[in-house]
Every structure is written in C-alpha cells, then in structure tokens.
C-alpha cells in the first residue's frame, strides 16, 4: 500500500511538472513579447515620426494614434531622451544601427546648435519649437535638465564614437561643476539662474514650489548620467562626483523604511510636512510623499553605478537597494490588478501608510520591471518571490498600459483612467524613455535566464 502510494505520488509530481510550462519556455514567450513591445510598438511608431526636420530636434507632443500634435516647447530633458534611446538601439539592434544614429544625431545637432547657451554656458531648460529659450522664474536652468544633457550625449558618443559629442557632454559635466556643486554640504543645487547662478530657497517662493530645493529626482538623474559617462570617459573627478551622489542617495535620502525623501534644504535637513494638518500636508503633495516608482527605479540606478565604480561584492548597496524595492511591493502594490501605486504617506500617529494617490503611471511600472527582475536575479529564494511579482506586472502593464491598436504605452493605467485611451502618447515628460529601458533591460535579463 505504501508503494502505491509512492507511485501515484511520483506520477503526480512527473504529471505537475510536465503540465507546467518550464522556465525556458515562459521566458521566450516574454521575450518575444518585449521585442515586439520594444521594437513594432514602441520605437517604430516613435521614430522617425518625432523627428521635426523644419526647426530640428523633436517634436513634443505626439497624439494617441500616433500622429504629430498641436504644441512643441522643446524641454533639454526630453530632447536628450530621444537621443538616449536611438542611441542604445542603434547597439541593441545593430541591423538598423545607421538609421538610429542618424536620428540621435539629429537630436544632438539641435542641442549643440540651439540648446546650450554660448553666453553662459548650460543648456536651457525649455525653448520653443523654433529654439527661442523660454524662462520661467527657476528653472531657466536645472541640475536635472543638464544631467539629462549628458546622459543622451555620453550614450550617442559611446554609439556612435562622436568625439564631437563626448566633448560636449564633458563640457556639461565641468559646467554643473562650476555652477551647481555644493563644495561644502556636498550634492547638486537643483535650480539655477541663467548664468549658472544656484537658487536657494527664499521666502518669494510659494510653500508649494520645489525651487530652491535640492531633490532626490535630480540626485538620481544625475548619478544614471555620471554612471553613463563615467563608462565612456573614466575620470577621476567625475569618479568622486559618482560616488559621492551614490553615498548621499544610499546613505541620506533613502530612509531607514526604504523609501526616498523627496526634497531637502541645503545642508539636507529633509523637507517634511508630517506634522502638519492632513489638508496642508495635501497642498504640498508635490514636495513630501513617498513615491514608490522613484524608489524601484532607484534600486537599479544605484546598483548601476556602484558595478561603473567597480565596487565589487557591494552588499551595502545591493541591501538598500533590496530594502526600496521591498517596500514598494509591501506598501505600494496594487494586491488586486497589480501595479504600483502613484504616491503614499506616512501621517503623524500612524504607524501604517496611507496611499494618496492610487493611480498608477507609466513610468513606475517600466521601472518596476526590470528591478523586480533584478532583485529576482540576486534573491531568488527570498520569500517575497519577486518574480511572481515580475509575471503580475507583465500581465497588468500588458493590459492596461499597451495600446494594441496604435502601439506605444498610455501615460496613466486603464484600470484608474479608462478615458486616458485619447490623450497623448507624447509630450515634453514622456516619450520613449522609461519603457525602452526597462523593456530592453528586461530582455537581457531574461536571456541570461535561458
């Protein structure tokens, strides 16, 4: 009897396992799904549509089923996006490599010709499609927009080998030298006067308004952009800047629960409205929540540039890292659909978050992707199980995210904003960026699976 019943257990397992599609098998199928996602529908429809050939660099506003829209301001974070993206996939898929070069180069031609300022030096933060700067009262120049400047151009010159390129990017980095580095509390002044100036925050600026401030956003922004650098041109300063934002993010801004704050004054003193009322803490939703795509996207961007720096076996930073990403899935996921949430916070007296913003963004869930995927490489037996998470994601993003009529990725989750379905595709925050990324970074990763 007890050898019967060891058979029927061995058929059962023999019978499981062959019913289970094998790891292998599941990774291809995603695999394909990516490729298509990243190449038919997403960079396809993108290019060489967004190229404006009238005033160059690219248009800004791009409707929903793919057609070229109303306003086009031309902002350096998105013209250097575009750049970032041809150039990776002219190295990604090297049988379409001259076409994507020639599209990152047109976007480089308009940052070198009309975006840096030849009197101040710096690139603009906004200018009209014709090139004309536009200035709004802080924020003529940013920490941000500059290290956007750089990421693009550092990843066209690596394509491409443009030295012409590499130049300029190296020229950005000695100008935030000059102007934005904080010499004595360390890190980035994230707003600047036309002339490079650092804006400190005075009381002319409304409680709401970030200028004044230095910020997480720009600190990682600019640590993806120096590890990018840093990988085609390894100096030594730029090497102490790396590292040195690497530590402030790991050390000071992301928070002992994992999650970053958002905005500091100079000597990082964290800008925080816990003690507020709920109403007042509301109004200022902007400067001080916990912003769970931020933090996943983090996770990575940190990791990233610790493996730039050759810091090998860094288990501190891989922990934190792990630590971010854990908190998000705790506090922050959508446990019915999936995804992750906009926004939380911790009110004073309550020891649980309070989610206040439960809509979910496109970026957030490209980013989650491929940190999920991370974490799954490094923690595979960790009880939380990221790549279950991982496979949710997938699902949902597919979902919610991908229009399978006009391709490209809607900007809000169709389970929060349903009427999201016309609105556009593109504009000044978002082009093909964060989801490219993730899409192409998952992929490898799932190959090394195989």
């Known amino acids: 009897m007890q050898r019967k019943s060891i058979v029927w257990a061995f058929l059962f397992l023999v019978s499981y396992a062959f019913s289970q599609p094998s790891l292998q098998i599941k990774n291809e199928k995603i695999i394909a799904e990516m ?7 997403l ?5 060489p549509l967004a190229l404006d050939n009238e005033d160059g660099g690219y248009y800004s506003d791009i409707t929903y089923n793919f057609k070229v829209g109303e306003r086009h301001d031309k902002m350096i974070v998105t013209q250097a996006r575009h750049i970032w993206a041809n150039a990776k996939a002219a190295q990604l898929y090297p049988e379409k490599a001259k076409l994507y070069l020639q599209y990152a180069n047109h976007g480089f031609v308009f940052l070198r010709d009309v975006m840096w300022d030849k009197e101040n030096g710096g690139f603009y933060n906004l200018v009209t499609k014709q090139g004309a700067p536009i200035h709004k009262k802080g924020e003529e120049k940013t920490a941000y927009g500059n ?8 990843a066209y010159a690596a394509a491409s080998g443009n030295e012409e390129a590499l130049d300029l990017a190296k020229k950005t980095f000695y100008w935030l030298e000059e102007h934005s580095h904080d010499p004595e509390y360390k890190g980035y002044f994230q707003s600047l006067e036309l002339d490079g100036t650092p804006i400190v925050r005075s009381p002319e600026f409304s409680s709401a308004s970030e200028v004044g401030y230095k910020d997480q956003n720009s600190s990682i922004h600019l640590l993806e952009a120096f590890t990018t650098l840093y990988e ?3 100096d030594e300063l730029l090497a102490q800047r790396l590292e040195e934002l690497l530590l402030i993010i790991r050390d000071t801004i992301v928070t002992d629960k994992g999650y970053m704050t958002l905005f500091f004054e100079r000597d990082w003193t964290p800008v925080s409205f816990k003690d507020s009322s709920k109403e007042k ?15 996943v996207e983090t996770a990575y961007l940190m990791l990233e540039a610790s493996h730039a720096l050759g810091w090998e ?8 890292g792990k630590k971010m990403v854990d908190h998000a899935l705790k506090t922050g996921w959508d446990t019915k659909l999936g995804g992750f949430y ?13 989610i206040v913003n439960d809509e979910k963004n496109w970026w957030a869930q490209a980013e989650g992707l491929n940190s999920l995927l991370i974490m799954d490489h490094y923690f595979p037996q960790d009880s939380i199980r990221y790549r279950s998470y991982f496979d949710k994601l997938w699902v949902y993003t597919k979902t919610y995210f991908m229009d399978d009529v006009n391709g490209g990725w809607y900007e809000w989750g169709l389970d929060k904003q349903p009427e999201i379905k016309t609105a556009l595709k593109g504009h000044i925050w978002k082009a093909a960026y964060h989801n490219f990324r993730a899409l192409t970074n998952c992929i490898n990763q799932l190959k090394q699976q195989i």
Do not use: R
């Open 342 to 354: 906009d926004g939380g916070y911790y009110f004073s007296g309550e020891e649980e978050i309070s």
């Open 147 to 154: 290290s956007f400047a750089i990421y693009g151009l550092a």
């Open 43 to 47: 960079m396809d429809k993108w290019y």
């Open 232 to 234: 085609v041109w390894p």
């Open 281 to 295: 803490i509301k109004g200022q939703y902007y400067l001080d929540h916990v912003s769970f795509g931020h933090d």
């Open 35 to 41: 490729e298509t996602a990243a190449t038919d529908d």
């Open 313 to 320: 076996n860094d288990t501190t930073t891989l922990h934190v």
